[in-house]
């Protein structure tokens, strides 16, 4: 071993990133690949995202060679199917040593100011979008490097046209059932108001629900990937509906594990969500229909480690109409 470090091969210095604002900044679940779930600092777009780089040498009295020090902040998407080739669409580099030696430990301050994070953080069936910050210390033989991950949420504005969904589902002189939610577009913890109308009821039905059907979409050309989750199930009824009958629907999205819609991010992917209606007869057949809903993001309370940008975009909810009330599906409108 000894000789192996003489050499220079062994890793003789450890790198450690802090965050300036660790004890205040609020911290996040996130899923990682693997499904566990870990706490993350927690970002907005145009926050800076500042701290020091600790470089700790491991051999007092031995003195460490380099090439340069350096800090950088990466926003990447990575599709599974395309393992190696990472699509950065963020690359920031800050240089914090020209080439030299450390003859002891050293703590070197960043800072990238108002960085754009256009898009969500997301870890899905086919693809990741990640943002880390990636310190290295270059050398001859072999680099050191840390990495710390942190999570970025995107903040929508409560949406100025949101006008109701109205469908009817028919098989001719058999069934024949409308049914409406209260808006198309919902953010993350919001509730979806409707009801179904039975119009005409001629097949004996024995069952009926609503899921939430999420599709992810990778690729593009012939390299398309369709993944379908269904990530909740509300059962409407157990038992055969009569004709003029009318269920009322209050589904609550909080409880569900969702992101705001993402359409062709970078054009690598989206994640879209999906209202199905699903009939299953007393011979087990089965009817559905399918509509798009938008999910969005509302801001958190505006806490002071946030950048001016990041507040504005929270404070956009302020002062428009109230997105918690909900109104009676014949009403069209917005909401």
């Not at 920031?92 to 990238?112: H, I, M, N, W, Y």
């Not at 270059?138 to 991950?149: A, M, P, V």
């Not at 979409?217 to 398309?224: D, K, L, R």
């Not at 309370?301 to 109104?327: C, D, W, Y």
């Amino acid at each position: 071993l000894k000789l192996f470090l003489f050499f220079g091969f062994g890793q003789s210095a450890d790198i450690d990133i802090v965050l300036n604002d660790a004890e205040t900044r609020k911290k996040t679940e996130h899923k990682s690949e693997d499904g566990r779930k870990d706490k993350y600092f927690l970002f907005y777009d145009g926050e800076t995202v500042s701290g020091k780089v600790n470089v700790t040498l491991k051999y007092p009295g031995k003195r460490l060679e380099h090439n340069g020090i350096k800090i950088e902040f990466i926003g990447q998407i990575e599709l599974y199917y395309d393992r190696g080739n990472h699509h950065e669409f963020v690359s920031l580099v800050k240089d914090l040593a020209r080439p030299g030696e450390l003859t002891q430990s050293q703590t070197f301050d960043f800072e990238f100011t108002h960085v754009e994070k256009p898009y969500e953080s997301y870890t899905g069936q086919n693809v990741k979008l990640r943002y880390f910050l990636r310190a290295t210390v270059s050398r001859r033989l072999n680099d050191i490097s840390k990495e710390l991950d942190i999570v970025v949420h995107t903040l929508s504005t409560y949406p100025e046209l949101n006008s109701s969904i109205k469908m009817e589902v028919g098989i001719e002189d058999c069934l024949h059932i409308e049914f409406e939610y209260n808006k198309s577009k919902y953010h993350l913890k919001d509730v979806i108001v409707g009801k179904i109308y039975f119009l005409l009821v001629r097949i004996k039905i024995k069952h009926m629900e609503i899921d939430i059907i999420k599709r992810e979409t990778t690729g593009t050309g012939p390299n398309v990937y369709h993944e379908n989750d269904t990530i909740a199930k509300y059962e409407i009824m157990d038992g055969a509906p009569v004709r003029g009958e009318s269920i009322p629907i209050r589904l609550f999205l909080a409880g569900y594990e969702m992101t705001p819609t993402m359409r062709d991010i970078n054009k690598k992917f989206s994640v879209r969500y999906y209202l199905n209606l699903v009939l299953i007869d007393e011979e087990e057949r089965r009817y559905f229909k399918q509509q798009e809903i938008t999910l969005w993001r509302k801001g958190d309370i505006v806490r002071k480690s946030m950048s001016h940008q990041a507040a504005i975009a929270s404070q956009r909810f302020e002062g428009t109409s109230n997105p918690e009330k909900a109104l009676t599906p014949t009403n069209e409108e917005n909401s």
